[in-house]
């Protein structure tokens, strides 16, 4: 079994706006803890296995980049940020149900576009450093992990925050791969050896940035995909999760492209 790349599946919120969620509990939430170092695929790995399985994606680093970004707005000069002015702005983000994911607002508007920016990807390490921006991160996540069946994506996810998820499983590949994904992805074209370079040296820097938080789980299933396509490695955490949550293709068939 493979999957097929379906156009639009890893496109962002269908709806722009951010509403409270709703009580769709179910009695026992599956938790499926993806981790791993920076632009190793997790996020869009992780959204793509929550849409064939029927879940959400909560992706924490995005909750740490919209910390950043409220902070941001308020005090522009970083140097200046303490963490209770972090958590201050902070107040003003919420994590808001949309089709397929859990997705950060700040003052309840849609966010994507501003968290992935150059500034907030320049501080966002150093936010993500603060225990107590770090708890109230984790305390989001788990209450969206309350309401759905989640796939969540960030570097503790099996480790500190979901120490018992249904499924743990841990990315990696190698710098120079991510490097060139990253930047295929950004610039919609193939990137030369000397930008893939100069990107991997960002991404090491960035690796080292984030060791402390960046942990795998020991009963992690360690997958390492600098030699898998995104296709791939979407199969094989959905054969996982299908295998550990016992439940079969009932909640939407990866041949299926309509049914998601
Ligand atoms: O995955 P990302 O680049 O969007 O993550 C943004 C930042 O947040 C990055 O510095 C790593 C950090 N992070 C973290 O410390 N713990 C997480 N669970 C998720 C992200």
């Given at each position: 079994m493979c999957l097929g790349l379906v156009p639009g599946i890893l496109?962002?919120?269908?709806?722009?706006?951010?509403?409270?969620?709703?009580?769709?509990?179910?009695?026992?939430?599956?938790?499926?803890?993806?981790?791993?170092?920076?632009?190793?695929?997790?996020?869009?790995?992780?959204?793509?296995?929550?849409?064939?399985?029927?879940?959400?994606?909560?992706?924490?680093?995005?909750?740490?980049?919209?910390?950043?970004?409220?902070?941001?707005?308020?005090?522009?000069?970083a140097d200046s940020w303490t963490e209770g002015a972090v958590l201050e702005s902070a107040a003003n983000v919420t994590l808001s149900p949309r089709d397929t994911s859990f997705a950060p607002c700040i003052d309840g508007r849609d966010v994507e576009a501003e968290i992935r920016g150059a500034e907030v990807t320049q501080h966002v390490s150093r936010v993500a450093q603060m225990p107590r921006v770090r708890a109230w991160v984790n305390n989001l996540v788990r209450d969206a992990a309350t309401r759905h069946d989640v796939v969540v994506d960030g570097r503790d996810m099996g480790t500190a925050v979901f120490p018992n998820a249904t499924l743990k499983v841990f990315l990696i590949a190698d710098p120079w791969e991510r490097a060139r994904r990253r930047l295929t992805q950004q610039m919609k074209r193939r990137p030369t050896d000397t930008e893939i370079a100069e990107e991997t040296d960002r991404i090491v820097q960035r690796d080292a940035n984030d060791a402390t938080q960046t942990v795998q789980a020991k009963d992690a299933v360690l997958i390492d995909t600098t030699y898998l396509t995104q296709p791939e490695q979407v199969d094989r955490i959905v054969a996982l999760a299908r295998a550990v949550t016992h439940r079969g293709s009932e909640a939407s068939s990866v041949d299926d492209p309509e049914s998601r």
């Open positions: 496109a962002g919120p269908r709806s722009r706006d951010c509403v409270t969620a709703n009580a769709d509990s179910p009695t026992d939430p599956v938790v499926i803890a993806i981790d791993g170092p920076a632009a190793s695929g997790k996020s869009s790995t992780a959204h793509w296995v929550a849409s064939v399985l029927g879940y959400r994606h909560v992706d924490s680093g995005a909750l740490y980049r919209a910390a950043t970004a409220a902070t941001l707005r308020s005090s522009p000069s």
